[in-house]
């Protein structure tokens, strides 16, 4: 076999391989999106740090998002979180809820910014 089909053959099977992967999704290559939620009157404080004593950065609405630094799946949106202060809410169900996760946000990169998962509504 000359060397031009050696390079035919291999070429076509790298194009067979990457035809018959799955494709991967539009909504996999986008970040996932947090803002505020109407339970919690469209208020989601940007924070510093993952404590409720650390300096606010900003407050979003239900209009304004930040992107999540961590998005591995929808199962666990903004994850894997960081556990730190405890704070309380009004959860997805319109319950009052405590928690200490937080997810870590891209508010202003490189400056970390957090924001507490449970009073967050996310989008993919």
């Known amino acids: 076999m000359s060397l031009r089909a050696k390079v035919v053959l291999v070429c076509a099977g790298v194009a067979g391989a990457l035809l018959s992967s799955p494709a991967v999704s539009a909504a996999e290559l986008e970040p996932a999106l947090v803002r505020a939620s109407e339970q919690n009157e469209c208020r989601l404080n940007v924070r510093t740090g993952p404590e409720v ?26 994850g894997p979180y960081v556990e730190g202060g405890e704070y309380s809410c009004v959860g997805a169900d319109g319950e ?7 997810a870590d946000v891209a508010w202003r990169a490189p400056q970390p910014s957090y924001v507490a998962v449970s009073c967050a509504t996310f989008r993919f």
């Open 53 to 78: 004593s650390s300096p606010i950065l900003t407050t979003l609405s239900c209009v304004n998002y930040t992107t999540c630094v961590n998005a591995e799946s929808t199962d666990l949106p903004c």
């Open 96 to 102: 009052q809820v405590t928690d200490n996760r937080w």
